[in-house]
C-alpha cells in the first residue's frame, strides 16, 4: 500500500500540533506535512508530491483562497478540503454539490476529519472523479466569507472578470459581455485558472440574480448548448437524403393511411425529416414523449422500448419511434391501416433506415 501525502495549512500552531498528533494512528494510509499559510504551502507543493491538501481560508500573509487561485492553475488535480468557522448547513451543502471541494466547519471533530480526508483520498484514485478547483464552488467560498474582490478567471482562449463586494457578486464581464449575461457564461467554464486581488473597483451593481441562480441556470445554459452541439454534430453527419428515400418507401407502404410522418431532434423538437411535416405536432409529442418517459421512470414501472402507439379520437393513430437524441412520429388513419404492416414491415424498416442514415 502506498503512502499518501496530505499537506494542511493553518495559521494556528497548537491546531496543528494536535492534528498532527491526532491524525499519527493513520500512518500506514498516510503521512501529514504542514504549512502555517499560503505561501508555506506553496513552496512545500513545489518540492513534494502532495495528495490531498486540507486548507484554513482565513491566514496571514497569504490564505486559502490566494492558495486556492494558486493550485487552480499549477496544481488543478489535487483535491482539498476547506476548513472554516463562519459556515452554514445550507451553505455546505450547496458546496458538496459544487464539486470537488469537501468542507468542514471548526471546531473539527478528529475522527471526521480522518474520515473526509480517507474519502478523500479514495475517491481521487477512481477514473470518472472530477480533480482540480471548481469556480462554482470556489466562488460560494467567497460568498460565505464576504470577502471583496476581483477574480480574473482564464479557460482556454476566454478571459473574464467577477467583482464582489462582502461577499456578493456585483459585476461580471467577459469581451464587451457583461452583467447576467457574462456572469451565467464565466461560471460555467472547465479547467479555469483563477488570479485573486483583493480591490474592487465596481461600485454600482449590475448583477440581478442571486449567486447560487446564476450557478444553477449558467450549468443549466451549458448542458443545454452541449447536448444542442452535440445533435448538430450527428445532424452533419447523417445522411438526410437517405432518410428521405425511408420516408418514400414507407409512404408508398402505408398508402393513405399516412397521413404526416416527422424526425425530430429531442433536444430541440426540430424536424430532420418529413412528410406533410407538422411542427406543432412534432413539438407536442416531443413534450408529451419526455413526460410520460419522466412518469415511468418515476412509477419504476417497466422503462419503454423501441415506440409507443397512441390511439387518438377521430379515428387517428399516432406511432412514436425513438433512438438515441431523435424520434419519428408518424400520424396515422386508423380505419385505412393495417396493424400487421405497420408493426411488421414498415417499423423495421424505419428503424434500420434511420440507423443506416446515422451511421452513412
Known amino acids: 500500500m502506498v503512502v499518501k501525502n496530505i499537506l494542511i495549512v493553518d495559521d494556528e500552531k497548537p491546531f496543528l500540533l494536535s492534528l498532527t498528533d491526532g491524525l499519527a494512528a493513520y500512518a500506514e494510509e498516510f503521512t501529514v506535512v504542514t504549512a502555517l499559510n499560503g505561501k508555506?504551502?506553496?513552496?512545500?507543493?513545489?518540492?513534494?508530491?502532495?495528495?490531498?491538501?486540507?486548507?484554513?481560508?482565513?491566514?496571514?500573509?497569504?490564505?486559502?483562497?490566494?492558495?486556492?487561485?494558486?493550485?487552480?492553475?499549477?496544481?488543478?488535480?489535487?483535491?482539498?478540503?476547506?476548513?472554516?468557522?463562519?459556515?452554514?448547513?445550507?451553505?455546505?451543502?450547496?458546496?458538496?454539490?459544487?464539486g470537488t471541494f469537501q468542507y468542514l466547519e471548526k471546531p473539527l471533530d478528529l475522527n471526521i476529519l480522518a474520515d473526509k480526508i480517507t474519502d478523500a483520498l479514495e475517491s481521487s484514485s477512481s477514473p470518472d472523479h472530477l480533480h482540480g478547483i471548481t469556480l462554482a464552488a470556489f466562488l460560494q467560498l467567497l460568498e460565505m466569507e464576504s470577502k471583496t474582490c476581483?477574480?480574473?478567471?482564464?479557460?482556454?482562449?476566454?478571459?473574464?472578470?467577477?467583482?464582489?463586494?462582502?461577499?456578493?457578486?456585483?459585476?461580471?464581464?467577459?469581451?464587451?459581455?457583461?452583467?447576467?449575461e457574462a456572469?451565467?457564461?464565466?461560471?460555467?467554464?472547465?479547467?479555469?485558472?483563477?488570479?485573486?486581488?483583493?480591490?474592487?473597483?465596481?461600485?454600482?451593481?449590475?448583477?440581478?440574480?442571486?449567486?447560487?441562480?446564476?450557478?444553477?441556470?449558467?450549468?443549466?445554459?451549458?448542458?443545454?448548448?452541449?447536448?444542442?452541439?452535440?445533435?448538430a454534430e450527428k445532424e452533419e453527419k447523417m445522411d438526410v437524403k437517405k432518410l428521405n428515400g425511408i420516408i418514400k418507401e414507407i409512404?408508398?407502404?402505408?398508402?393513405?393511411?399516412?397521413?404526416?410522418?416527422?424526425?425530430?431532434?429531442?433536444?430541440?423538437?426540430?424536424?430532420l425529416a418529413g412528410f406533410n411535416s407538422n411542427a406543432k405536432a412534432a413539438a407536442l409529442l416531443n413534450r408529451v414523449g419526455q413526460q410520460f418517459i419522466d412518469a415511468i421512470t418515476g412509477a419504476k414501472f417497466h422503462a419503454l422500448d423501441k415506440y409507443y402507439i397512441l390511439d387518438l379520437q377521430d379515428n387517428k393513430l399516432v406511432i412514436c419511434l425513438m433512438f438515441p437524441d431523435y424520434w419519428w412520429g408518424m400520424l396515422l388513419d386508423s380505419d385505412k391501416v393495417q396493424l400487421g404492416l405497420l408493426l411488421n414491415v414498415v417499423v423495421p424498416k424505419a428503424m434500420d433506415g434511420f440507423n443506416t442514415a446515422v451511421s452513412a
Open 251 to 271: 409512404k408508398e407502404d402505408l398508402g393513405e393511411a399516412l397521413i404526416s410522418t416527422d424526425i425530430w431532434a429531442t433536444a430541440d423538437g426540430q424536424t
Open 40 to 98: 508555506e504551502a506553496i513552496k512545500v507543493l513545489d518540492s513534494s508530491e502532495i495528495d490531498l491538501v486540507v486548507t484554513d481560508l482565513r491566514m496571514p500573509t497569504m490564505d486559502g483562497f490566494e492558495l486556492l487561485a494558486h493550485m487552480s492553475s499549477n496544481y488543478p488535480g489535487i483535491p482539498v478540503i476547506v476548513m472554516t468557522a463562519y459556515g452554514t448547513p445550507a451553505i455546505e451543502e450547496r458546496l458538496q454539490k459544487m
Open 183 to 231: 456572469a451565467l457564461d464565466i461560471v460555467a467554464w472547465e479547467n479555469v485558472a483563477i488570479e485573486i486581488q483583493y480591490v474592487c473597483t465596481v461600485k454600482k451593481k449590475g448583477i440581478g440574480m442571486p449567486l447560487a441562480e446564476i450557478l444553477m441556470e449558467g450549468f443549466r445554459l451549458k448542458d443545454e448548448k452541449n447536448e444542442k452541439e452535440s445533435v
Open 150 to 180: 476581483t477574480l480574473t478567471v482564464q479557460s482556454q482562449d476566454k478571459e473574464g472578470c467577477l467583482y464582489f463586494v462582502k461577499g456578493e457578486l456585483m459585476q461580471a464581464e467577459t469581451g464587451k459581455v457583461k452583467g447576467d
